[in-house]
Nanobody, 122 residues
Framework: QVRLVESGGGLVQAGGSLRLSCAAS????????MGWFRQAPGKEREFVAG????????LYADSVKGRFTISRDNVKNTVYLQMNSLKPEDSAVYYC???????????????WGQGTQVTVSS
């Protein structure tokens, strides 16, 4: 069992930045693939960014590439999502998730946080 708790969401103007954090507890965090997903009203949950267990590999959705950066601290059991140059279309509930394989597929992630709202005003 892994418990994930996101924080850092909020309201920001277009062009601004936010840093999301996801604190993990429970089983070993070190071996887990971690991902960030988002879901806007009326849309399906979509992959945003992923990082493998030792942070050697990262992957981003095309829509956020060059603006968002995922990182992790295996000592603090925390994964981060630095979001720069935010756009109104980035507005969504952002979820942290953990999985056992390297994947972008929502269904392959086992544990999910409760989500944190990000709203970008124009």
């Amino acid at each position: 069992q892994v418990r994930l708790v996101e924080s850092g969401g909020g309201l920001v103007q277009a062009g601004g930045s936010l840093r999301l954090s996801c604190a993990a507890s429970g089983r070993s965090f070190t071996g887990l693939t971690m991902g960030w997903f988002r879901q806007a009203p009326g849309k399906e949950r979509e992959f945003v960014a992923g990082i493998n267990w030792n942070a050697v590999s990262t992957l981003y959705a095309d829509s956020v590439k060059g603006r968002f950066t995922i990182s992790r601290d295996n000592v603090k059991n925390t994964v981060y999502l630095q979001m720069n140059s935010l756009k109104p279309e980035d507005s969504a509930v952002y979820y942290c998730a953990s999985g056992n394989i390297w994947t972008t597929r929502t269904r392959d992630y086992t544990y999910w946080g409760q989500g944190t709202q990000v709203t970008v005003s124009s």
